[in-house]
């Protein structure tokens, strides 16, 4: 093999392998973005203690938003809150009861933390 068709396929699979990692790096990086920006909201913002959250985890899904965060309060670990980070609004879009919550009977109106933006 001549020195010019190593270096092509030498190009070629670095080529390759950046057009795979860049979206992967691409999409953990954003979803890194978006948690840190709904913690900030949380804390200087709407008043929350860093103590009282339990777990903030940046999330990328195929429908749209592409990009949300899910958030878990420790006075209510059995409800898992999803906020927007679109721009320069971030709003408490909706909320999920985990089957646990489900079994204890909780429902809307037990929400601690429910904040709708309308």
Do not use: C
């Amino acid at each position: 093999m001549t020195r010019a068709k190593k270096i092509f396929w030498v190009l070629l699979v670095i080529a390759i392998i950046g057009i795979a990692i860049v979206p992967i790096v691409t999409i953990q990086a954003n979803k890194h973005t978006y948690k840190k920006r709904v913690a900030n909201y949380l804390i200087a913002e709407k008043g929350y203690e860093k103590e009282n959250i339990e777990s903030i985890e940046g999330k990328w899904g195929i429908k749209l938003p592409t990009y949300y965060v899910i958030v878990t309060f420790k006075n209510e670990t059995y409800v898992e809150y999803v906020y927007f980070a679109h721009d320069n609004d971030i709003f408490q879009f909706n909320y999920k009861i985990t089957e646990e919550g489900q079994q204890m009977g909780i429902k809307e109106e037990d929400l601690i933390n429910y904040n709708p933006r309308y």
